[in-house]
């Protein structure tokens, strides 16, 4: 191929931002020359907090492109689409690349079929069989219209091979994709980032430093929009504060504060922050006893860093961090919640979940496309 390998990256949501920076190292440090990338932004996080943060604090260039818009318009997702149907007429990519399992992921990938571009996903193969979460269906219809399924476990090759997507050598296509476990993008990131996060200041400025915390995340569908069962999740962290002295320090998505209300008045020994960037979440999870959250990805940044996570969901689909891999599915019970949490205090600080890798995961995935885009 004349020329350095075109790349158009669609991001739009925090966890996407943050994989985006592995790759974005990768392609300016040892792939410079070889491969030219384009970010398209679509505007699904928008704000400050949940977006320019990101790209700002992991010194990662920002993107080159952005759709804009609003998170909540029903009507997004089709502009979405049209959104990156034009982008791929002015920059004439290669290869689209797009990560993880959000309306962002999908619109990318169902716009370069239409505009008969290949389809390259990171973080391919996961499932939680749960067909009620959006993201399942999204990175289902992602994966079967991908040429390259790049996954971060062999669990999640083992559910594609079970869809029929079996790795095939030469020219990847849909009909013939390569299937490649390369492990896990976040785990190159936390692994380089964590020295620049213990020089934050988030732990003084929170009054932690020394302190006995817990770091709670909630953002999903099912329990950030429920006034219930959310009041119900923060009563169980008040009453592990009242039972341990334990802290439960919770930045929190603006849906979840959406949904709580402004006159909300948190339970004593639980403390509600604004969302933080992405070094002073690495700072919190490294120096807190334990995480709760219901997020995919954080379930694995407390894994990376050796900590335990009480999930709260039914399933997961990061499997490899469940039993030896010390976290717990606790749902949205609160004494389920309790019960598990209680049981991180009896264990102590786990090995570093192994099962995703070596750290260079980015590089994996540039050499890939390279050798046979």
Not at 7 to 31: E, N, S, W, Y
Request: aromatic share 6%; hydrophobic share 45%.
């Amino acid at each position: 191929m004349p020329g350095p390998l075109r790349i158009l990256t669609v991001v739009g949501a925090r966890p996407q931002f943050i994989k985006a920076a592995a790759l974005t190292r990768a392609i300016d440090g040892p792939f410079a020359g070889r491969i030219h990338q384009t970010v398209l932004h679509t505007g699904q996080h928008y704000d400050a907090d949940m977006s320019e943060v990101f790209f700002r604090e992991l010194g990662s260039r920002g993107p080159d492109l952005h759709l804009g818009g609003a998170e909540g318009d029903v009507s997004r997702f089709g502009r979405m689409m049209d959104g990156v149907e034009r982008t791929i007429a002015d920059v004439s990519p290669d290869v689209l690349l797009v990560y993880g399992d959000t309306r962002s992921t999908l619109a990318g990938a169902m716009a370069a079929s239409r505009m008969g571009v290949p389809v390259a996903h990171v973080e391919a193969g996961l499932r939680s069989f749960d067909n009620a979460m959006p993201e399942e269906e999204n990175r289902v219809l992602t994966d079967h219209a991908s040429s390259w399924l790049f996954c971060p476990t062999a669990t999640a090759v083992a559910h594609l091979v079970k869809e029929g997507l079996v790795d095939a050598p030469g020219i990847p296509s849909v009909r013939r994709p390569r299937v490649l476990n390369v492990g896990d993008v976040m785990l190159d990131n936390a692994l380089f980032f964590r020295k620049a996060a213990g020089s934050r200041r988030v732990l003084d400025d929170l009054g932690l430093r020394g302190a006995d915390f817990a770091v709670a995340t909630i953002h999903r569908a099912g329990t950030a929009d429920d006034p219930r069962i959310l009041g119900r999740i923060f009563e169980a962290f008040g009453a592990l504060y009242e039972r341990t002295r334990v802290r439960v320090i919770v930045p929190l998505h603006p849906r979840t504060r959406k949904t709580l209300g402004a006159a909300y008045v948190e339970p004593k020994g639980v403390l509600i922050i604004p969302p933080i960037g992405y070094l002073d979440m690495l700072a919190l999870v490294d120096a807190s006893r334990f995480v709760l959250t219901d997020s995919g990805g954080l379930q694995k940044e407390a894994g990376f860093l050796g900590k335990r996570a009480v999930i709260l969901r039914e399933n997961t689909e990061w499997v490899e961090l469940l039993g030896p891999g010390g976290s717990v599915l606790a749902g949205i019970d609160p004494d389920s919640i309790m019960t598990a949490a209680m049981g991180m205090f009896q264990q102590a600080d786990i090995a570093m979940a192994s099962a995703f890798g070596d750290g260079h995961a980015a590089e994996g995935i540039c050499q890939e496309l390279l050798r046979v885009a």
